[in-house]
């Protein structure tokens, strides 16, 4: 049967079997997805344009249609805890190609949103890691410093020493400084991050 | 000219030369840069992971400090240029954002500066005869293949400057400097960016691909527009390809002060190439040198 889910009702819920497992459907979660992201999920039809020029699809569990088809079934879980959205490096080759206008990339960004606010686990961990330590960077210095930042990164990660050649090479170049800029308006920084965070809806899904 | 410039972090840091060849380049063409005042980090591609709210206030944040001197905005980042840009168009259509920003940052959005990119500045503002006037040794025989990435050309109707599959300002302005653009298929292929740091193998498959197809395209070195290209197409390769900002090749074609030292920067030795260009065609500067030296 490969990966084609089978629709099969069960204790008066809906759910699919897919690749083994038995799983619960979703109903609301494309509407979902399509709401926190402006974009219309349902208009995919799968013509794999996206997939096609793709410059990371190779490294992906599913190509950016494939997710689409399994957002549009309400396969919630699967989608979120998907290497796609984190592998995404919003290049946006996706969204100018796509026929029905989808801004994929935005549909990618929601999708991790939605993954970090529900907790899901990734096999792209990393990945969240680095976008928080980036933004944690910033909130503190309000420009980013990449010394403090590759530290971070590399103790949240346990990844100690990859890597460390090529920043020994750009700090003799004078490319990687040791001090952080500290811009004078990292307060009103903080303050933005934080009242745009409150203000966020609470999000309804996360049960 | 006067502009507002926003150079970015990385211009400070990773790619050093970028921020001093620009600042040479801008200076010799005639425009004149006025740092924004206290400005921020864009976000970078973080921001709008994690939540699109913050990279539109990170960049309006910066809009709103660029206005109080009422020039455009230049910005030679891909990156910011695309985080920016991005951010100014949602202020301007989206009437519910503007508000929400204007009242959380104190201020009233103008929509009167023009969000630029460096290439965008030089090739259609300043213009290619400017260019080829200032010239004073060409980069005769130089190979290069002009790599735009993503962000200067995606999305088509944010970036809007350029063809999005077939981009030709960079290739125009290599070639008004005296140097050949080399035809090639990769012009607008994605680099990994910050993949680097998450999932390095990636981005060494995606560089290996650009770099080997330059080099089979006849190239002898790339230009680009992006800090976070440059530093994973000079990190990430194997073919020992010189990466150029395509404002370093300037500066050697309008024989700048200072080449030397963002030449010299680069984790990809540069110097067959500059020797090369040096033994053809010896710059005028040099040559005043050696006449005092007789």
Redesign the interface.
Known sequence: MGNRPILQPKKGLMQVLWQGETIPIDFSFMETVNRRSGEQVQLCYHCHKCGAGC??AS?MDYTPDKLFRMAQLGLKRQVLSSSTI??C?????C??RCPNDI?V??VM?TL??MA?VQKVKSS?R??AV???A??SN?RRF???H?ASL?AV?KLKTLNLF??LK?GL??FM?????LLP?R????K??RR??K???RR?EVPEESH | MRLSYYPGCSLHATAKEYGLSTRAVCDALGIELVEIPDWCCCGASSAHSLNRTFSIALAARNIAAAQSEGLDIVLPCAACFGNVRTADAALRQDESLRREMEELLSFRYSGKLRVLHLLDVIRNGVGLEAVRRRVVRKLAGLKVAAYYGCLLVRPPEVCGFDDTENPTSLDSLVEAIGAEPVKWSYKTECCGASLALIQPEIVEKLVGEITEMAVEAGASCIATACPLCSTNLESRQKVGLPIFFFTELMGLAFDLEGCEKWLNMHLVGTEQVIEALQAQHPSPHEMTQKEKLL
């Open positions: 410059p990371v490294f984190w592998l490096s919003a290049c946006h080759t969204a100018t801004d990339t935005r960004d991790k949103q970090v792209q990393a990945a680095f976008h928080k980036f933004l910033l309000g420009q980013i990449e590759m990164l990859s890597d090529l090479r750009m170049r004078g490319k990687i400084a800029k811009v004078k308006g990292r009103e920084i933005l991050f009242e745009i965070r966020a």
